[in-house]
């Protein structure tokens, strides 16, 4: 069956390091991923789209990677700061333009 | 309008009672989306209309939900015969009908079935 994983376990660093968060997905061949920020009572909101021939982008203190032979997504905050604390979600077109998210990971950054 | 509106933006009811969820996207995107979210949890596709045809409705969780389009504007989700697992908030969203396009969400009507 297809699915998209992200890390269900809440990731809590201190402020200034690089949060990593990463996404998995199954049975899908993607054009292209996307990752959304959502904070608590709010939509998600658009952070960054990498296409199927792209192997990085970058965004200010935005990385993400795609790697389609595993099947894997890596988004990476750098110096991190504590407004970065929100739910990040990894989404994909899974046919026509049906988009799918993941059920995200929740990121707390201390100060 | 700036952005994606949804209302109302809270919304109780009582078991059994139908509600109807609306959904503004902005201007020129003819895409849309509905999706399921609850406490905690992901969002739950529910249904994608492009112009006002629905050409994929398989996230529907039952006949009691039911979803349209007036042209390429306002959408509504209606919910019949309202049951408590169906206490979540709903996000709309609508995007561009092209690739590698981003797409805007709503606030989310929040939905409570007491």
């Known amino acids: 069956s297809q699915k998209i994983e992200q890390n269900s376990e809440a990731l809590n660093i201190q402020e200034g390091k690089t949060a990593t968060l990463t996404c998995n997905y199954t049975?899908?061949?993607?054009?292209?991923l996307q990752w959304y920020r959502q904070d608590p009572g709010r939509g998600p909101v658009f952070l960054l789209l990498?296409?199927?021939?792209?192997k990085e982008k970058r965004k200010e203190r935005l990385k993400v990677t795609f790697d389609t032979t595993l099947k894997q997504s890596l988004f990476h905050i750098t110096a991190s700061q504590p407004a970065d604390s929100a739910t990040y979600l990894c989404?994909?077109?899974?046919?026509?333009?049906?988009?799918?998210f993941g059920a995200g990971t929740r990121l707390f950054v201390k100060a | 309008g700036a952005g994606v509106s949804q209302s109302p933006s809270n919304k109780v009811t009582e078991k059994g009672k139908d509600v109807e969820l609306r959904c503004d996207p902005i201007s020129g995107h003819t895409a849309l989306y509905w999706y399921r979210q609850r406490l905690g949890q992901g969002l739950e596709f529910l249904i994608y209309?492009?112009?006002?045809?629905?050409?994929?409705k398989s996230g529907l969780p039952s006949d009691r939900f039911s979803a349209e389009r007036t042209g390429e504007s306002v959408s509504t989700l209606t919910i019949q015969r309202t049951q408590q697992e169906d206490s979540a908030v709903y996000l709309c969203?609508?995007?561009?009908?092209?690739?590698?396009?981003?797409?805007?969400f709503g606030q989310g009507t929040r939905l409570t079935v007491v």
């Open positions: 209309f492009q112009g006002n045809s629905a050409p994929d």
């Open positions: 969203a609508s995007s561009l009908p092209t690739e590698y396009t981003e797409a805007f």
């Open positions: 990498i296409r199927e021939n792209e």
């Open positions: 989404a994909l077109v899974a046919g026509g333009f049906k988009t799918i």
């Open positions: 049975n899908y061949s993607p054009a292209y």
